[in-house]
Structures are given as C-alpha cells and as structure tokens.
C-alpha cells in the first residue's frame, strides 16, 4: 500500500509541474519581451536627457524659440572668432551657412552684412560646438 501511496504522490506532482511549466511558458516570454521594452525605453530616455543638457548649455533662448534674422545680432569680428573656433576654413563655413567663401571673408572684414535670410542661417549655426558644426556639415 505504501508503494502505491508513493507512486500516486509522485504522479500527481508530475502532473503539477507539467500544468505549471505550461501556465509559466508564456509569462516568461511576456517578461522577457517587457524587459526588452523597458531598456529601448531606458536608451530612448537617457538620449533626450543628453539633448536636454546640451540645449540647457547653449541657454534658454536656444531652447524657447529659433533665431529669426530680426533677432540675430550680426558683428564681423564675431563671425571671424566664431569660424576659427570651429577649425572651418572660410569655404566650410560659406556651405554651412549656404554662402560662398568669398561672402564669409567679405562679412570678417566688415565690408558687406548678410542678407535676411543669410542673417536667420547664421543665427542658427552661430551656438554651435565644434563637433556639431562638423557634423552638421557632413550631413550636408
């Protein structure tokens, strides 16, 4: 009678793990696919947190509104200071802007001002970094 007793028990607890293991199956493969979810989320979240940061470097005005040529305030020293900043040469510089490089040496030397929409391109280029900028022109 033991006999039996033992083998009944041991059936009945092989059953039940046969009954867990299938109700478990797919919540493990839903927990596994939430995990992946959480970390794209996580990645996502701490990018924007970067872009949040830089914005915050270049100041509020960079992060309220764009430059419009009215708002941008033009001087021909700081364009020069500005390019040598970045290691562009006048040419670089001309095609981030969308000029040629004799318009960007004429500007540093003070003999002509932008045009309306030359003055919105530059008011958009004149906060960046480097490697922005470089990038940037890349892309272009």
């Known amino acids: 009678m033991t006999s039996f ?3 009944f028990k041991d059936e009945i ?11 478990v199956a797919p919540l493990k493969s839903a927990s596994a696919a939430y995990r992946k979810e959480i970390a794209a989320l996580k990645r996502t979240v701490q990018a924007q947190e970067r872009q949040i940061r830089q914005l915050q470097k270049r100041g509020p005005a960079a992060i309220t509104k764009e430059p419009t040529g009215k708002d941008v305030r033009f001087s021909p020293a700081w364009v020069a200071k ?5 290691e562009m040469s006048a040419a670089d510089y ?7 490089m004799l318009t960007v040496y004429n500007w540093e030397k003070g003999k002509t001002r932008p045009r309306q929409a030359q003055l919105e391109a530059w008011g958009k280029i004149k906060h960046l ?7 940037l022109l890349e892309e272009s």
Do not use: C, D, T
């Not at 607890?13 to 109700?23: D, H, I, M, T, Y």
């Not at 500005?82 to 970045?86: A, W």
């Not at 001309?94 to 040629?100: A, D, N, P, Q």
């Not at 970094?129 to 990038?135: C, M, P, V």
């Open 82 to 86: 500005h390019r040598e900043k970045l």
């Open 94 to 100: 001309g095609e981030l802007i969308g000029v040629s």
């Open 13 to 23: 607890r092989r059953l039940a793990r046969k009954e867990v293991k299938a109700q």
């Open 5 to 7: 007793a033992a083998a």
């Open 129 to 135: 970094g480097k490697r922005e900028a470089w990038k």
